[in-house]
């Protein structure tokens, strides 16, 4: 089993969807969860931090469960913008984050 | 800096030549990483440091590659005798530390090796 685990896709939606990524993780000694997002032939950036009792930041929502192992992003109202690879992260559970696991990422594009 | 600045931004080189790469981490993050993507893989972890401490060799490929960080601060991978299977994207990131906030990565160096 892979330690962070995505559906690949392409998730295909148009404009103004709500879309919805889900991610495993195999460590159940992780305590810290990001997604990022990457943009074709750019460098990863931070989307959001993932915080146990969930968090929104604007159309973005993230949840943990963490007696799953399982993580999920939510994008309401879908931009043509926000076409990319979304990179689901966690920590190798050894207190900070010098190792994080990357996943491979779940590519989305929405069309207009 | 402003950002973490990688260069060069791309680099063609024949193979069995020996390239170097550069990254400037952010003004005060105390940890740096240093990371590969090749096409259409997600990201391998090859080394990191952490202030004055031993680096974390563990995901250095061969010992073709090296890192070294200088004063805390910038950092140089090195790859010898250059294979084609070293083509890749090569991602610098720095971190407050242990900072739950994750990384900042530069926009890398894009290595071909021909």
């Known amino acids: 089993r892979k330690e962070v685990e995505q559906d690949p896709g392409p998730f295909n939606v148009p404009e103004g969807a709500t879309v919805a990524f889900n991610c495993t993780y195999s460590n159940s000694a992780s305590q810290s969860f990001f997604w990022y997002r990457q943009d074709c032939r750019k460098e990863p950036k931070l989307l959001m931090s993932v915080y146990s009792s969930g968090n929104e930041d604007g159309r973005f929502t993230a949840q943990l469960n963490r007696a799953s192992q399982y993580i999920s992003l939510l994008i309401r109202d879908s931009k043509l913008s926000d076409s990319a690879t979304y990179l689901c992260?966690?920590?190798?559970?050894?207190?900070?984050?010098?190792?994080?696991?990357w996943g491979l990422g779940t590519s989305l594009a929405v069309n207009p | 800096g402003a950002g973490v600045s990688q260069s060069p931004s791309n680099k063609v080189t024949e193979k069995g030549k020996d390239v170097e790469l550069r990254c400037d981490p952010i003004?005060?993050?105390?940890?740096l990483y240093w990371y590969r993507q090749s096409l259409g893989q997600g990201l391998e972890f090859l080394i990191y440091?952490?202030?004055?401490?031993?680096?974390?060799k563990s995901g250095l490929p061969s010992d073709r590659f090296s890192a070294e960080r200088t004063g805390g601060s910038v950092s140089t991978l090195t790859i010898q005798r250059t294979q084609q299977e070293d083509s890749a994207v090569y991602l610098c990131?720095?971190?407050?530390?242990?900072?739950?906030?994750?990384?900042?990565f530069g926009s890398g160096t894009r290595l071909t090796v021909v």
């Open positions: 990131a720095s971190s407050l530390g242990g900072s739950v906030r994750g990384y900042t």
């Open positions: 440091f952490q202030g004055n401490s031993a680096p974390d």
């Open positions: 003004s005060g993050h105390t940890a």
């Open positions: 992260v966690v920590n190798n559970g050894d207190g900070n984050n010098r190792k994080l696991i």
